[in-house]
């Protein structure tokens, strides 16, 4: 079984960056972010593969947003620089077995972490 906490949220003022972190318990092939903002569907933010090291990442944050996994300390990392307002949701850590941008192939989430963008 796969445990997944996510930290590093907050306040950020618009144009400035943030670092979220997921630390994980156990692991799968594949990891990935995902986001959901009031009144909106959870959408996908960034992707890495477990093997081949292959990322991807949603138009929306692309050259925005970087994701990385350290295997050695468990931890996977979403860095957001140039935030915008409309980055403003609740990121979410999500492991499972495809690498893929739809959230029903990821079996294991965590609880999420609130990323708030002032304009």
């Known amino acids: 079984q796969v445990q997944l906490k996510e930290s590093g949220g907050g306040l950020v003022q618009a144009g400035g960056s943030l670092r979220l972190s997921c630390t994980v318990s156990?692991?799968?092939?594949?990891m990935g972010w995902f986001r959901q903002a009031p009144g909106k569907e959870r959408e996908f933010v960034a992707a890495r593969r477990r093997f081949g090291g292959d990322a991807m990442y949603a138009d929306s944050v692309k050259g925005r947003f970087t994701m990385s996994v350290d295997d050695a300390q468990r931890t996977v990392s979403l860095e957001m620089n140039s935030l915008k307002p409309e980055d403003t949701a609740e990121y979410y850590c999500?492991?499972?077995?495809?690498?893929?941008?739809?959230?029903?192939?990821?079996?294991?989430w965590g609880q999420g972490t609130q990323v708030t963008v002032s304009s």
């Open positions: 156990g692991w799968t092939f594949n």
């Open positions: 999500a492991s499972g077995s495809i690498f893929s941008r739809t959230q029903s192939a990821y079996a294991y």
